[in-house]
């Protein structure tokens, strides 16, 4: 099973090598290879990778995901193996036919997900705020028509951080926020396409331009446990946030979101895991018509 990842930072040139990923950083330095079937994601932060075709061809057989940074260090596109499940017709035709309905009971379940995680966040603050939230919960209908999870948010972010926009691209926060939505949102997809599912094909989420509409259904209740990591990261930076850029390290420990240990019922396992276990359980819940069946991370 694969369990780790790579954040190539350097210049490089990444080659397949008896089914291992090599990886060479200029002549004076020693080769690095690691086997494929360990890895699961391969994030290329460096503006001069080179990679051969035979290496890309083998990460989409054995589902690792490449993730190309743009110029200022921001995920922008992966690679994704796609047609290799056994059972992809089967499991696009159900896709397909998912009545209205149970796309919004659906919705519904990850929207008091997504809820209940931002309430977590606010429980570890220690400050009692989270009953509220907890309390929105109970009042999210099939569809959410009343838009709780909006609510929600406005209540959310003002106590998680001060004086915070969501959308201040000056503010360093966002940009950890980004990062890791990105990584999460990757992990997503890619557990999806493994699965046999169609990822443009959303419950809720409907872009027509959007190809991973359905990942973007599916990050919500993950996105809490990233916001928590970008408060980590800025306390142990010390530093403040105003026009501040990433730095490497940042990114560094932003992409290491995936191997954080989550809570997922009564088990532990890697973000990452969960990503996979998130994906089981929509399956079932359609095989089964019961949306309750979707079950997402309850801990970090």
């Given at each position: 099973?694969?369990w780790r990842?790579?954040h190539v ?10 089914g ?22 391969i994030?290329l932060d ?23 940074p743009?110029?200022?260090?921001m ?35 990850i ?51 001060e ?9 360093l926060?966002?940009a ?6 990105a ?8 557990a ?76 532990k396992?890697?973000l ?29």
């Amino acid at each position: 099973m694969a369990w780790r990842g790579l954040h190539v930072s350097r210049p490089s040139r990444l080659s397949l090598d008896h089914g291992r990923l090599r990886i060479e950083q200029g002549e004076e330095n020693a080769p690095l290879f690691f086997p494929l079937e360990d890895l699961a994601w391969i994030i290329l932060d460096a503006h001069r990778c080179h990679l051969s075709s035979r290496l890309i061809s083998a990460c989409m057989e054995a589902d690792v995901l490449i993730v190309f940074p743009d110029q200022k260090h921001m995920p922008c596109g992966i690679t994704l193996s796609f047609h290799q499940h056994h059972a992809q017709a089967q499991i696009a035709r159900m896709q397909v036919s998912l009545s209205r309905p149970f796309r919004k009971r659906l919705w519904s379940q990850i929207v008091r997900a997504k809820i209940r995680a931002q309430g977590e966040n606010l429980f570890r603050l220690g400050k009692g705020e989270e009953k509220a939230l907890l309390a929105m919960v109970t009042r999210v209908r099939s569809g959410d028509p009343r838009n709780v999870e909006a609510r929600a948010a406005r209540y959310y972010w003002p106590r998680l951080f001060e004086d915070f926009r969501r959308h201040d691209e000056s503010d360093l926060r966002n940009a950890l926020l980004n990062y890791g939505y990105a990584c999460v949102r990757a992990a997503l997809s890619r557990a999806l396409a493994a699965s046999g599912f169609i990822p443009s094909l959303g419950i809720h989420h409907d872009g027509r331009f959007n190809a991973f509409n359905l990942a973007d259904d599916l990050i919500e209740p993950y996105r809490p446990i990233v916001d928590w990591m970008a408060r980590e990261r800025l306390n142990i930076r010390g530093s403040g946030v105003s026009g501040e850029e990433m730095s490497l390290e940042d990114r560094q420990v932003m992409a290491a979101i995936l191997e954080r240990e989550v809570a997922f019922g009564r088990e532990k396992m890697s973000l990452l895991h969960a990503t996979e276990r998130t994906v089981q359980s929509l399956r079932q819940a359609m095989e089964q018509g019961n949306p309750e069946m979707f079950e997402a991370p309850g801990g970090w």
